[in-house]
């Protein structure tokens, strides 16, 4: 008999059609309707969604499990102190084991390269909840936010000024922009590069008829000229704290402020967004804590997005339903 095709994974923005991108930030915008409006479906009745974390959350963990609670199925967090993720059993078993006893695996994992073995050997999906190298999920709810705030038919043409270190969240924004044609600019102290794969798989994205692009800079300023949208992350992500001292001292200047943003030309009414947790170094609280700020309801689409993804990818096998 032919063999039954494996499970449709999701592992990074890359993952999307720019189609189908459009159509899980609508998913989120419905789902975050229904939700406000005490409506849920029980799709996930009688299922069991695995959420294996190597690392602290509170976003992704607090949002996956309430969007599993949501659509009525069972989520079941193992911490990294829980389970053998990777120790004392390699994940291959891991893998194998989870995934047949359970509906869907939601990871948060350090090497990228984890995940994509984490999801080679499942059965079930499995989902992205931030690696090294990507946080889809992150993506999913940065795109609605914009969308709640510009018009999703508006996005085109938007530009998107990233400040700080190029890290996961960075790199699955870089690709939602470039599939729904919003230009981006990214500015990091030197020697922190833009992953050249990445920033190749992002070029590629972009639709050849339309002006929109990535540039990457080293001067903030030059980043931030004519943005709409002005976004960082901390300086110093999970797993690269004893780096910490010598991040410090490379991005100093790369603070998001007002004078910033005044100093090099965004646009008047620009905004701000951060995946948060946030540090003081990477932005002012005049402007964290300011109207021009999204972050908190960046935050809680967090929710939308995950509910919108499970459907998409373990209620629906992954068809992506606009
Ligand atoms: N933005 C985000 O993923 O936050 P957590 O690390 O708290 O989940
Ligand atoms: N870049 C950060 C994001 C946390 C949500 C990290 O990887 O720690």
Same mark, same amino acid.
Not at 44 to 52: F, H, I, N, P
């Given at each position: 008999?032919?063999?039954?095709?494996?499970?449709?994974?999701?592992?990074?923005?890359?993952?999307?059609?720019?189609?189908?991108?459009?159509?899980?930030?609508?998913?989120?915008?419905?789902?975050?309707?229904?939700?406000?409006?005490?409506?849920?479906?029980?799709?996930?009745?009688?299922?069991?969604?695995? $959420? $294996?974390?190597?690392?602290?959350?509170?976003?992704?963990?607090?949002?996956?499990?309430?969007?599993?609670?949501?659509?009525?199925?069972?989520?079941?967090?193992?911490?990294?102190?829980? !389970?053998?993720?990777?120790?004392?059993?390699?994940?291959?078993?891991?893998?194998?084991?989870?995934?047949?006893?359970?509906?869907?695996?939601?990871?948060?994992?350090?090497?990228?390269?984890?995940?994509?073995?984490?999801?080679?050997?499942?059965?079930?999906?499995?989902?992205?909840?931030?690696?090294?190298?990507?946080?889809? $999920?992150?993506?999913?709810?940065?795109?609605?936010?914009?969308?709640?705030?510009? =018009?999703?038919?508006?996005?085109?043409?938007?530009?998107?000024?990233?400040?700080?270190?190029?890290?996961?969240?960075?790199?699955?924004?870089?690709?939602?922009?470039?599939?729904?044609?919003?230009?981006?600019?990214?500015?990091?102290?030197?020697?922190?590069?833009?992953?050249?794969?990445?920033? &190749?798989?992002?070029?590629?994205?972009?639709?050849?008829?339309?002006?929109?692009?990535?540039?990457?800079?080293?001067?903030?300023?030059?980043?931030?000229?004519?943005?709409?949208? !002005?976004?960082?992350?901390?300086?110093?992500?999970?797993?690269?704290?004893?780096? &910490?001292?010598?991040?410090?001292?490379?991005?100093?200047?790369?603070?998001?402020?007002?004078?910033?943003?005044?100093?090099?030309?965004?646009?008047?009414?620009?905004?701000?967004?951060?995946?948060?947790?946030?540090?003081?170094?990477?932005?002012?609280?005049?402007?964290?804590?300011?109207?021009?700020?999204?972050?908190?309801?960046?935050?809680?689409?967090?929710?939308?997005?995950?509910?919108?993804?499970?459907?998409?990818?373990?209620?629906?096998? =992954? &068809?992506?339903?606009?």
């Amino acid at each position: 008999p032919a063999a039954r095709p494996g499970p449709r994974h999701f592992l990074s923005i890359a993952d999307l059609s720019a189609h189908e991108l459009v159509a899980l930030v609508r998913a989120a915008q419905r789902a975050k309707d229904a939700v406000k409006a005490g409506n849920s479906v029980a799709s996930l009745a009688g299922k069991t969604v695995a $959420m $294996m974390f190597s690392k602290r959350s509170t976003r992704t963990r607090i949002s996956t499990e309430g969007a599993v609670v949501h659509l009525g199925g069972h989520p079941m967090f193992l911490g990294k102190e829980d !389970i053998q993720l990777g120790v004392n059993e390699s994940l291959f078993d891991t893998s194998k084991v989870i995934s047949s006893m359970a509906s869907a695996m939601v990871a948060r994992v350090g090497p990228h390269q984890d995940i994509v073995d984490l999801a080679g050997a499942s059965s079930v999906p499995v989902i992205n909840a931030l690696s090294n190298a990507y946080h889809p $999920m992150q993506a999913i709810a940065d795109m609605l936010t914009i969308a709640e705030v510009y =018009g999703l038919s508006n996005l085109k043409g938007l530009k998107v000024a990233w400040v700080g270190d190029v890290n996961n969240v960075l790199y699955d924004l870089s690709l939602a922009c470039a599939k729904l044609d919003i230009n981006i600019s990214v500015a990091t102290p030197m020697g922190y590069t833009f992953d050249p794969t990445v920033l &190749k798989l992002v070029r590629q994205c972009y639709n050849d008829l339309t002006a929109a692009a990535i540039n990457i800079f080293h001067e903030p300023e030059a980043a931030v000229e004519n943005a709409d949208i !002005i976004v960082t992350d901390t300086w110093v992500s999970m797993g690269q704290e004893e780096e &910490k001292l010598q991040r410090l001292k490379d991005f100093d200047g790369f603070q998001v402020t007002d004078e910033l943003a005044t100093n090099g030309g965004a646009k008047r009414d620009w905004r701000f967004m951060h995946c948060l947790p946030r540090k003081l170094e990477e932005v002012s609280d005049d402007v964290f804590y300011s109207p021009r700020s999204l972050v908190f309801q960046e935050a809680e689409n967090r929710l939308y997005a995950a509910i919108a993804t499970l459907e998409a990818f373990v209620v629906n096998n =992954g &068809k992506i339903l606009g």
